[in-house]
């Protein structure tokens, strides 16, 4: 059975940090990709990030240069720093074993001016 655990969210104020972290089992972790994704009400779900098992990894424009995805192998575990942080990041964000149907927990990130 897969698992995806997020921790990490919660409140912070403008151009500060956060970080969350996506613990995964029930798959062989490092020969896959892993995805972020976002979600504020009435819109569709977003992709924020993701990474591959190669350690590539791609953003979405409005993150960029701010947002840091990272994984660690040897823990199961998927990383999302988020830096500089703007209230239009306030959203829930997901964890999800990219390309599948299996998706973490939602975690309310908020972000206030």
């Known amino acids: 059975q897969v698992h995806l655990v997020k921790s990490g969210g919660g409140l912070v104020q403008a151009g500060g940090s956060l970080k969350l972290s996506c613990a995964a089992s029930?798959?062989?972790?490092?020969?896959?990709?892993m995805g972020w994704y976002r979600q504020v009400p009435g819109k569709q779900r977003e992709l924020v990030a993701y990474i591959t098992s190669g350690r590539r990894t791609d953003y979405a424009d409005s993150v960029k240069g701010r947002f840091t995805v990272s994984r660690d192998n040897a823990e199961n575990t998927v990383y999302l720093q988020m830096n500089s942080l703007k209230p239009e990041d306030t959203a829930v964000y997901y964890c999800?074993?990219?390309?599948?149907?299996?998706w973490g927990q939602g975690t309310q990130v908020t972000v206030s001016s």
């Open positions: 999800n074993w990219y390309g599948t149907n299996w």
């Open positions: 029930g798959f062989i972790f490092s020969n896959n990709a």
